[in-house]
């Protein structure tokens, strides 16, 4: 046996510990159910999935390392990143510097790789890129060493760019061509897909080749700020409100959004707090309005703008006051914030502050480092899939969509990661969208415990009824349909106005119980009661045809749970409903619809219309509601 794995983790131990233990966790799961049992006959499919931000390149790195090791028939490694060169090349410098053992090879490097041979393994690193893959498709099928040999393809961000999105054309794209080709060159192969979003890996068809035979999930470490950091219910310490139409306000006005003010103000309190007090030579802030360059173009003149106005007018009372507001709510968090005198004087010295637009477009300054010092980047697509942004302390995220896409705007989630200072860090949204992000959260959630729990045969992708899982073009749609499930909803905007009809509906059922059984039947009777949210947001038609659906499912049990509680002093806007007593009862029956109903008393101090009103809670089965391919 080589020993390629142990020197890629001496080198992995100099920069982390912790990734040199989970890499060694994973290594120890994968290696022994799927590489020492290959047969060199088959051609494979397997996924590593972690969470956004989390280490997933240390882990391929790693699985690639202990292939080579325990199976020698392994000589070719291709290691796919998305069509970014600056992630290509990112990609490339850490093989080289972590893969010693091995002929890393660039996408131009044909005579290395040629000249390498079999004396020790090669991995090419290269871009998904039609030219380039093209490219490499012709090498390998010229070279003497694919004869006889097994491939080994990882495919980082797999639900990008690789799954043929003609396929409700009966046609197949360019990329997933180009990849198919490339695993038939070879005798076998195993193809390993990375992504921290594999909705669209899952809802693949198993005649199309590309959906995943295994999967396995490594947790990210101790450190780590993800989902269940940003996006709990309640709403965590770090997420700001913005107003719902704040993009509209940004763009329609010749003055600058409160929101993105307050968020400016923010930046500018955390990153003199983390410059003079030595924690970070970088400080970055985040600014995340739409996918339109014009935008980028629009907001960066206003940033600039008010970055100026506030250094011009230290000396002003607003001025002031604003910005000791902002340092008043860090200091909720970071007790031991820098005394605001101090913040103050550092700000009259002007720090100088880069404002970078990130996009595609011509006036794109994302040739500029953001690595290095205080800067302010704003941009859409471009800040999705692969950057990474260091020291990542403020976020502004006003996008919005029709019909958004659950991995599309999960992997806008730039804040998840390692080097940030967790009391320092704001998010700046609309509520909307932060009950988008925390439905997703939990979507992500159930999926995740449904791999934990090896329940792998059984995965479900859910969703809010008014989130797709993915784009459309990947899945198969004649073969396409879903139910949702596992996530509490309530109306955000519920109807005040129902107490007569719910108290006649709901007054048989004793609120001093626990829990009362009734059939689907019934709870589609008192469901259909209900109105829809105004923002449409909570469907009842929805909600009514996922339970008929329920029903409808073979071997489900014409039975559900129905919760009532009366007296409740809830107030308008909490981000949460169930107490958590009621929530974990709700959660502890995961194979059937649960309804909680509670009897809210409406003060007008709380926000409400000054009068009771039932507010409903509904809960679709784990098991019985998600997203799939028949």
């Given at each position: ?46 996924l590593l999935l972690g969470q956004v931000q989390s280490g997933k390149t240390s882990q391929m790195l790693g699985i690639i ?259 000791k507001h902002a340092w008043d709510d860090l200091k909720t968090s970071k007790p031991d914030l820098i005394a605001f005198e ?289």
């Amino acid at each position: 046996m080589d020993n390629h794995l142990t020197n890629y983790l001496k080198i992995l131990e100099q920069t982390s510990s912790d990734a040199v233990l989970s890499v060694k966790n994973t290594v120890e799961k994968i290696i022994p159910e799927h590489i020492e049992s290959f047969t060199h006959k088959e051609h494979i499919r397997g996924l590593l999935l972690g969470q956004v931000q989390s280490g997933k390149t240390s882990q391929m790195l790693g699985i690639i390392a202990a292939t080579a090791d325990i199976d020698n028939g392994f000589k070719i490694f291709v290691l796919l990143t998305t069509d970014n060169t600056a992630l290509q090349q990112q990609t490339l410098k850490r093989a080289l510097a972590s893969m010693d053992t091995f002929n890393v090879c660039d996408e131009h490097d044909e005579m290395r790789f040629m000249e390498g041979g079999i004396r020790k393994p090669s991995l090419i690193v290269l871009k998904k890129n039609s030219s380039i893959l093209k490219t490499w498709r012709n090498i390998l099928g010229s070279s003497e060493l694919n004869k006889g040999r097994p491939i080994f393809l990882v495919d980082d961000e797999a639900d990008a760019a690789s799954l043929n999105t003609l396929v409700n054309k009966q046609e197949q794209s360019a990329i997933n061509t180009h990849l198919e080709a490339i695993l038939k060159l070879f005798t076998s192969s195993v193809y390993l897909q990375v992504t921290a979003t594999p909705q669209s890996l899952f809802l693949q068809t198993e005649e199309s080749g590309w959906k995943p035979s295994f999967v396995h999930y490594f947790p990210p470490g101790k450190n780590y700020l993800g989902g269940n950091f940003f996006y709990t219910k309640p709403k965590p310490f770090t997420n700001r409100f913005t107003q719902d139409d704040e993009l509209q306000v940004l763009l329609r006005e010749k003055f600058i959004a409160d929101g993105l003010k307050l968020a400016i103000e923010n930046f500018l309190i955390t990153s003199s707090h983390l410059t003079l007090g030595s924690e970070s030579s970088v400080c970055n802030f985040l600014v995340h309005p739409s996918v339109k360059i014009d935008d980028h173009e629009k907001i960066k003149s206003k940033v600039v703008d008010y970055l100026n106005y506030i250094f011009s007018s230290l000396d002003s009372k607003d001025v002031i006051s604003r910005l000791k507001h902002a340092w008043d709510d860090l200091k909720t968090s970071k007790p031991d914030l820098i005394a605001f005198e101090d913040i103050v004087s550092f700000l009259a010295t002007k720090p100088e502050i880069t404002v970078i637009t990130m996009n595609s477009g011509p006036k794109s300054d994302a040739h500029l480092t953001y690595d290095e010092g205080l800067n302010i980047v704003i941009g859409g697509n471009s800040l999705g899939r692969g950057v990474t942004f260091k020291c990542l302390q403020t976020v502004y995220y006003c996008r919005s969509s029709k019909i958004p896409q659950a991995d599309t705007f999960w992997q806008h989630s730039r804040m998840f990661g390692y080097d940030r200072d967790p009391l320092l860090m704001r998010v700046f949204m609309p509520q909307a969208l932060f009950n988008m992000f925390s439905e997703i959260n939990d979507s992500n959630e159930i999926l995740i415990k449904q791999i934990e729990e090896n329940k792998f045969d059984e995965i479900q992708i859910v969703t809010s009824n008014k989130i797709k899982p993915t784009r459309k073009n990947v899945i198969d749609q004649d073969r396409y349909n879903y139910l949702v499930g596992g996530v509490n909803y309530f109306p955000p905007y519920p109807d005040q106005d129902n107490l007569a009809l719910m108290d006649n509906i709901l007054n048989n059922f004793d609120s001093t119980k626990k829990v009362h059984d009734i059939t689907i039947d019934d709870l589609v009777k008192i469901v259909s009661n209900l109105k829809s949210d105004l923002s449409n947001s909570w469907s009842i038609e929805s909600f009514v045809n996922a339970l008929l659906a329920v029903k409808a499912q073979r071997g489900t049990p014409n039975l559900a749970k129905l919760i009532i509680r009366r007296d409740r002093d809830i107030g308008y806007g909490t981000g949460t409903m169930l107490s958590p007593d009621d929530r974990q009862l709700g959660n502890d029956i995961e194979n059937l619809p649960v309804i909680t109903f509670y009897r809210i008393n409406g003060q007008k101090e709380k926000n409400w219309q000054g009068h009771p009103f039932w507010m409903p809670n509904i809960k679709l089965p784990i098991g019985k509601v998600f997203h799939r391919v028949d």
